[in-house]
């Protein structure tokens, strides 16, 4: 019985993966980068699908991770960039911190501005790679001890990862003699993979990011399946009888919580290889919203629908704010469309796909559908 | 000192105008409105056009910002909200939406720009106010130089805040409102009718925020984002000083306000929003239920 229903979720997938490979073959350069950067958005979805959907916890500050690992490649890329190898130094120095130096300030990275001698182990790339992995890990992990082991739940999550993600906003444009503030990380170089440049306009780049989603959705996929996923959707159904049942709740919320964040990190980290900068704007609130708009859309509950559901809306946006006129009107259609997904359609499209299948394979139980993702 | 306190005071006045009208959504309710900027918003955009079309005084729009804002919310809660109850984080994206949709109202003008029709008063620029006569210059106040138009708000700020908490505590209705807060199944047990009530506590909240937005026209731009930062920072007030406590709520945005015009002084202007952020965070992580709260449910 079960044999069918994973059947087709698999066909799902590999349709999927399908298409993605098979996209190249358009011959399009400038779309194939511009999906490629949607890809990386799909990511983002999946990461919420697995925080909000399995566990619950609905973070408004995913671009906390992001960012971290947006900000963690850009720094190696733009020392590889051509316009910090001309700043008068035999090092790579960035030009925006030659602006901000002191007169007379030597221009070396220990010592230009204050703290950027933090930039020194960025000069590997593959240091910025591990970094743009670990460090929001690190801080998933910290944050959910504190949060989940004080046992808060639902909206007051929510609330301190929106203040966690405002606050990383402010100190980043604060500290412009090391991030250049509000103008962000531009001019990056190429990231080397075992000698191949990576131009974000390459063929290759886009099959290194299809790669890198489809192992992160099958991960994620083969993740929530296993026992430590079954148990994290009990927290998510009833914190209180999952712990009355011997569970170490807040580790199982943390783990996955951390997962989501290396996720997300991954996401920034490929996103700065295909757009070439990184800015406090992944930090904004209304993009970290926008993810969530992404994944309720596409399914909150099903990883591939959300990962889907990102891709969609973004390609579609893409191709509406070629009309000028359209440009206002999308975001209306996009706010009115959110509206009625979620009064209507609480499991999104993916949530959707799912009963559709279920009745043409004559697995229909409506009672089943009764289980919605409350709270 | 005493003008950084009443800088302080000042900012918390804002934010206690707009957090005054999501205690009573959020608190009796349990709805997340992200759309209450976007109410403010339209209440500064009633202050913008009744003052480019009817040529009114700021202070006389007050009264029909409420009306306007009080009527929307209603609908709102009519449409969309009441088939919410119950799934908190779903009215937080719902309302999310709804706030969209209003900004690109104000926008395109209510979709008449695509005709090539323009309002005066709409659309995505930056709009201003007059404030009126009496209310410009300083005030000389215990031999301090005040700012008349922020004294005035410190003062509407108080009376709402009166106004409100009388409405919730030494009326009929707020006899309702409050049996709904603690435990909304024994209320309707009880014979009160929780959709009605709720309706028109979700108006009432709408209709405040539409009043901050008029007060706010006076002293800032008026453009279509410019609730989309406050409803976040209402948040903060809210949850700090304890969902359901009217109180706690004017407390933290004293104690906010406060921080936040202190620590500027001392260090700069982002120390002070940073050091509000970091509050809020401390305070949901040391006392999830709030700074003053009751047990309640």
């Given at each position: 019985?079960?044999s069918l229903?994973?059947?087709y979720r698999?066909?799902?997938y590999?349709?999927?993966?399908a298409?993605?490979?098979?996209?190249?073959?358009t011959?399009?350069d400038f779309w194939l980068?511009r999906?490629?950067k949607?890809?990386c958005?799909?990511m983002?979805?999946a990461?919420i699908a697995?925080?909000?959907?399995?566990?619950g916890v609905?973070n408004?500050?995913?671009?906390?991770?992001?960012?971290?690992?947006?900000y963690?490649m850009?720094m190696?890329?733009?020392?590889a960039?051509?316009?910090?190898?001309q700043?008068?130094?035999?090092?790579?120095?960035p030009?925006?911190?030659?602006?901000?130096?002191?007169?007379?300030?030597?221009?070396?990275?220990?010592?230009?501005?204050p703290g950027?001698?933090?930039?020194?182990?960025?000069?590997?790339?593959?240091f910025g790679?591990?970094?743009?992995?670990?460090a929001?890990v690190i801080?998933a992990?910290?944050?959910?001890?504190?949060?989940?082991?004080?046992r808060?739940?639902?909206?007051?999550v929510s609330i301190?990862t929106?203040?966690l993600?405002l606050?990383?906003?402010?100190?980043?444009?604060?500290?412009?003699?090391?991030?250049?503030g509000?103008?962000g990380?531009t001019?990056l170089?190429?990231?080397?993979?075992?000698g191949?440049?990576l131009?974000?306009?390459?063929?290759?780049?886009?099959?290194v990011?299809?790669?890198?989603l489809?192992v992160?959705l099958?991960l994620a996929?083969?993740?929530?399946?296993?026992r430590?996923?079954?148990?994290?959707?009990?927290t998510?159904?009833s914190?209180?009888?999952?712990?009355y049942l011997?569970?170490?709740v807040?580790?199982?919320?943390?783990?996955?919580?951390?997962?989501?964040?290396?996720i997300?990190g991954l996401?920034?980290?490929?996103?700065?290889?295909?757009?070439?900068f990184?800015?406090?704007?992944?930090l904004?609130?209304t993009f970290?919203?926008?993810?969530?708009?992404?994944?309720a859309?596409?399914g909150?509950?099903?990883?591939?629908?959300?990962?889907?559901?990102?891709?969609l809306?973004n390609?579609?946006?893409?191709?509406a704010?070629?009309t000028?006129a359209l440009v206002e009107?999308?975001?209306?259609?996009?706010?009115l469309?959110?509206?009625?997904?979620v009064?209507?359609?609480?499991?999104?499209?993916?949530?959707?796909?799912?009963?559709m299948m279920?009745?043409?394979?004559?697995?229909?139980?409506p009672?089943?559908?009764k289980?919605?993702?409350?709270? | 000192m005493f003008?950084?306190?009443?800088?302080?005071?000042?900012?918390s006045s804002i934010?206690?105008?707009?957090?005054?009208?999501?205690?009573?959504t959020?608190?009796?309710?349990?709805i997340?409105n992200?759309?209450?900027g976007?109410?403010?918003m339209?209440?500064?955009?009633?202050a913008?056009l009744s003052?480019i079309?009817?040529g009114?005084?700021?202070?006389?729009?007050?009264p029909?910002?409420?009306?306007?804002?009080?009527a929307?919310?209603y609908?709102?809660?009519?449409?969309?909200?009441?088939?919410?109850y119950g799934?908190l984080?779903?009215?937080?994206?719902?309302?999310?939406?709804?706030?969209?949709?209003?900004?690109q109202?104000?926008?395109?003008?209510?979709?008449?720009?695509?005709f090539?029709?323009h309002?005066e008063?709409?659309?995505?620029?930056?709009q201003?106010?007059?404030v009126?006569?009496?209310?410009q210059g300083?005030?000389?106040l215990?031999?301090?130089?005040?700012?008349s138009?922020?004294?005035?708000?410190?003062?509407?700020?108080?009376?709402?805040a009166?106004?409100?908490?009388?409405t919730?505590?030494?009326t009929?209705?707020g006899?309702k409102?409050?049996?709904i807060?603690?435990?909304?199944?024994?209320a309707?047990?009880?014979g009160?009718?929780?959709?009605?009530t709720?309706?028109?506590?979700f108006?009432l909240?709408?209709?405040?925020?539409?009043?901050?937005?008029?007060?706010?026209a006076g002293?800032?731009?008026v453009?279509?984002?410019?609730?989309?930062?406050?409803?976040v920072?209402?948040?903060?007030?809210?949850?700090?000083?304890?969902?359901?406590?009217?109180?706690?709520?004017?407390?933290?945005?004293?104690?906010?306000?406060?921080i936040?015009?202190l620590?500027?002084?001392?260090?700069n202007?982002i120390?002070?929003?940073?050091?509000?952020?970091?509050?809020?965070i401390?305070?949901?992580?040391?006392?999830?239920?709030?700074?003053?709260s009751?047990?309640?449910?």
């Amino acid at each position: 019985m079960t044999s069918l229903l994973t059947n087709y979720r698999i066909w799902a997938y590999l349709l999927f993966f399908a298409v993605l490979l098979a996209l190249p073959l358009t011959g399009d350069d400038f779309w194939l980068n511009r999906v490629a950067k949607y890809l990386c958005f799909g990511m983002l979805g999946a990461a919420i699908a697995l925080t909000w959907g399995y566990a619950g916890v609905l973070n408004l500050g995913q671009g906390l991770f992001f960012g971290l690992g947006a900000y963690a490649m850009a720094m190696p890329l733009k020392l590889a960039s051509y316009t910090s190898l001309q700043q008068g130094s035999d090092q790579p120095v960035p030009d925006f911190m030659l602006w901000n130096a002191q007169p007379g300030a030597s221009t070396d990275l220990c010592c230009i501005t204050p703290g950027s001698w933090l930039w020194i182990p960025f000069q590997s790339q593959w240091f910025g790679v591990a970094m743009a992995i670990i460090a929001p890990v690190i801080v998933a992990t910290l944050l959910g001890r504190l949060i989940f082991g004080q046992r808060i739940s639902g909206v007051f999550v929510s609330i301190i990862t929106l203040a966690l993600v405002l606050l990383a906003r402010l100190l980043l444009v604060d500290a412009q003699p090391l991030t250049n503030g509000f103008n962000g990380l531009t001019d990056l170089g190429y990231f080397n993979l075992f000698g191949t440049e990576l131009d974000p306009y390459a063929v290759t780049t886009y099959y290194v990011i299809t790669i890198a989603l489809i192992v992160v959705l099958v991960l994620a996929r083969l993740l929530v399946a296993t026992r430590a996923g079954t148990v994290l959707q009990a927290t998510r159904d009833s914190q209180t009888r999952a712990l009355y049942l011997g569970y170490d709740v807040p580790a199982y919320q943390t783990f996955f919580f951390a997962v989501s964040a290396a996720i997300s990190g991954l996401a920034g980290m490929l996103y700065v290889v295909v757009a070439e900068f990184a800015s406090p704007s992944f930090l904004d609130l209304t993009f970290s919203v926008s993810m969530v708009v992404w994944a309720a859309v596409g399914g909150r509950g099903s990883i591939l629908g959300a990962c889907i559901g990102a891709i969609l809306i973004n390609v579609l946006e893409a191709r509406a704010s070629e009309t000028e006129a359209l440009v206002e009107a999308w975001k209306a259609i996009v706010g009115l469309v959110f509206v009625l997904v979620v009064i209507w359609l609480p499991q999104g499209l993916g949530g959707f796909a799912h009963d559709m299948m279920r009745r043409l394979t004559g697995r229909w139980r409506p009672e089943a559908l009764k289980q919605e993702v409350r709270q | 000192m005493f003008d950084t306190l009443f800088i302080g005071l000042s900012l918390s006045s804002i934010l206690l105008l707009v957090a005054l009208g999501l205690a009573v959504t959020y608190g009796a309710m349990g709805i997340i409105n992200m759309a209450h900027g976007e109410m403010v918003m339209i209440g500064a955009y009633v202050a913008v056009l009744s003052n480019i079309w009817l040529g009114t005084n700021l202070l006389l729009t007050i009264p029909l910002a409420f009306l306007v804002t009080a009527a929307l919310g209603y609908g709102l809660e009519r449409l969309v909200v009441r088939r919410l109850y119950g799934r908190l984080l779903d009215t937080l994206l719902a309302t999310w939406g709804i706030a969209i949709l209003l900004q690109q109202a104000i926008r395109l003008e209510f979709g008449l720009s695509f005709f090539g029709i323009h309002v005066e008063g709409l659309g995505s620029g930056l709009q201003n106010v007059p404030v009126p006569q009496f209310l410009q210059g300083t005030l000389g106040l215990f031999g301090l130089q005040l700012n008349s138009y922020r004294v005035f708000i410190v003062l509407v700020t108080l009376v709402l805040a009166g106004l409100t908490w009388f409405t919730l505590y030494r009326t009929p209705l707020g006899m309702k409102v409050r049996a709904i807060i603690r435990n909304p199944q024994m209320a309707a047990a009880c014979g009160i009718d929780v959709k009605a009530t709720n309706a028109i506590t979700f108006a009432l909240g709408s209709g405040l925020a539409g009043v901050a937005g008029v007060l706010m026209a006076g002293f800032r731009s008026v453009s279509p984002d410019m609730g989309a930062t406050m409803v976040v920072d209402g948040f903060m007030v809210v949850v700090t000083g304890g969902v359901g406590s009217l109180l706690g709520t004017m407390a933290a945005a004293g104690i906010l306000g406060e921080i936040n015009a202190l620590v500027a002084i001392f260090f700069n202007e982002i120390a002070g929003r940073a050091s509000v952020l970091l509050v809020v965070i401390l305070v949901i992580l040391l006392r999830p239920a709030g700074l003053f709260s009751f047990k309640g449910r």
